[in-house]
């Protein structure tokens, strides 16, 4: 996403309003697939030797639940998305470095399906496949050690 700097009225902001192509936003990386391009809407402008943005992304996509292994769809929205780059001299900016990382920064390192409420996922786990006990479960542990240490074994020089 580039931004001419001779287009922003002087003193003032410039909106910017529209689609853009997600393939530079390296979504694939993060194991999410885009879906459709990426929507923004920006207010740009200079002040004190850099260029400022605000402003809302909108990005869909598809990741598979850790869970169950289906696929399903999620948007990624920045909303308020803000940004400020020192000027270098040049007439043309690319925010595509910043709004890539507000995306990727969103976007859930152990992605499921019923993030959000909105769905049930349809994978279940029996009670043995946990790897911490339930409270309730802490509390019937020393019946069992007790029983255990009851239990003598031979020892190989026949005292018990």
């Known amino acids: 996403m580039k931004v001419h700097i001779r287009q922003i009225p002087e003193g003032g902001t410039l909106?910017?309003?529209?689609e853009q192509?997600?393939?530079?936003?390296?979504?694939?990386?993060?194991?999410?697939?885009?879906?459709?391009?990426?929507?923004y809407s920006l207010d740009v402008g200079v002040s004190e030797?850099?260029?400022?943005?605000t402003g809302s992304l909108l990005q869909k996509v598809r990741m598979t639940c850790?869970?169950?292994l289906e696929p399903f769809e999620r948007e990624i929205e920045i909303d308020p998305?803000?940004?400020?780059?020192e000027l270098d001299g040049n007439e043309l900016v690319d925010l595509t470095r910043e709004v890539r990382e507000d995306i990727h920064l969103l976007l859930p390192a152990h992605p499921r399906c019923d993030q959000g409420g909105?769905?049930?996922?349809?994978?279940?786990?029996?009670?043995?496949?946990r790897t911490?006990?339930?409270?309730?479960?802490?509390?019937?542990?020393?019946?069992?050690w007790e029983a255990l240490d009851q239990l003598k074994t031979p020892r190989s020089d026949g005292s018990t």
Do not use: N, W, Y
């Not at 909105?118 to 496949?129: D, G, Q, V």
């Open 15 to 18: 909106h910017l309003e529209g």
């Open 21 to 39: 192509d997600s393939s530079s936003l390296g979504l694939e990386e993060a194991g999410a697939e885009p879906i459709g391009p990426l929507e």
């Open 118 to 129: 909105e769905k049930t996922c349809p994978a279940s786990f029996p009670a043995s496949a």
């Open 81 to 85: 998305f803000a940004t400020q780059i």
């Open 49 to 53: 030797g850099g260029l400022f943005a």
């Open 66 to 68: 850790v869970s169950c």
């Open 132 to 144: 911490a006990p339930l409270p309730m479960e802490k509390a019937a542990r020393p019946a069992i």
